[in-house]
């Protein structure tokens, strides 16, 4: 299965998708002009990798910044890997967040709430 690599932007967050190594990592910022469009790619990747993933899959979720068009779109990343995680693999999400970051933190908090897969906050010292 080919891996996602993409380099972040200005408004784009770098992607790294490597179904060999079972991490799923999205770091920097989301806000790009079309979301859908943007994720639609990692969405599809999850959904082929759901077929057989590894025993353990790592999540890394390092976001400064996402709008409301991303929350959603990263929702749906959620929801493919909770697919996964039913299917009886195990799958961790570590959410970073900087320490004076109350926002990232909540919306880390508020994805864990609604996706049933173990999440670790883990705050990042600046």
Not at 15 to 42: C, H, Q, T, W
Not at 57 to 78: A, M, R
Not at 101 to 114: F, V
Request: one cysteine or more.
């Amino acid at each position: 299965m080919e891996h996602i690599s993409i380099e972040g932007s200005p408004k784009t967050p770098t992607v790294k998708f490597d179904a060999s190594e079972g991490i799923v990592e999205i770091k920097g910022r989301s806000i790009p002009e079309n979301s859908i469009e943007f994720y639609k790619p990692l969405v599809d990747w999850l959904e082929e990798y759901k077929k057989d993933p590894l025993p353990l899959t790592k999540v890394n979720i390092q976001l400064e910044y996402f709008n409301t068009s991303s929350s959603k779109c990263i929702l749906d990343v959620f929801k493919k890997l909770e697919a996964i995680h039913k299917a009886k693999h195990d799958v961790v999400v570590n959410w970073y967040y900087e320490e004076d970051d109350e926002d990232m933190l909540e919306a880390g908090e508020d994805y864990e709430s609604i996706i049933r897969i173990p999440f670790k906050m883990i705050e990042i010292a600046e």
